[in-house]
């Protein structure tokens, strides 16, 4: 098919979108909500096996498949195992457990909120 350049760029202009609005990118069957549900009812219908279910891999096995190298390996001694007990971060000066922050909005510390 030959288009004119006004027709090429009609039909290119047709894709751009207004300022402000943002593209849809996730919709129809596969949107995140349910949507393993609604795979397996398409698969279902199409008579195909369901999918496997997801398994959920530790950090320290994808790093291990990753790097090739075991990170719960202690580095001084090289023989014992490292566990996790603790997450902590350094925010306003202090360390803080993760567990705290609960992943809502910005980290409340009780002493370092406000009375007003």
């Known amino acids: 098919m030959t288009l004119s ?8 202009e047709q894709h751009i979108l207004p300022k402000g609005l943002v593209k849809i ?5 596969l949107h995140s909500k349910d949507k393993m549900k609604r795979i397996a009812e398409v698969c279902r219908q199409l008579q195909l096996p369901t999918p496997m279910p997801r398994v959920a891999i530790p950090a320290t096995v994808r ?3 990753q790097t090739g190298k075991d990170v719960t390996v202690c580095p001084v001694c090289r023989i014992g195992k490292l566990q996790l007990v603790r ?10 457990d993760v567990l705290q922050l609960r992943n809502r ?3 409340r510390i009780k002493n370092e909120q406000h009375d007003e």
Do not use: D, Q
């Open 5 to 12: 350049h006004v027709e090429f760029l009609r039909r290119f």
């Open 105 to 107: 909005g910005s980290p």
């Open 25 to 29: 990118r996730h919709s129809g069957y």
């Open 63 to 65: 790093l291990m498949l």
């Open 87 to 96: 997450t902590m971060i350094f925010y306003n000066g202090r360390l803080i």
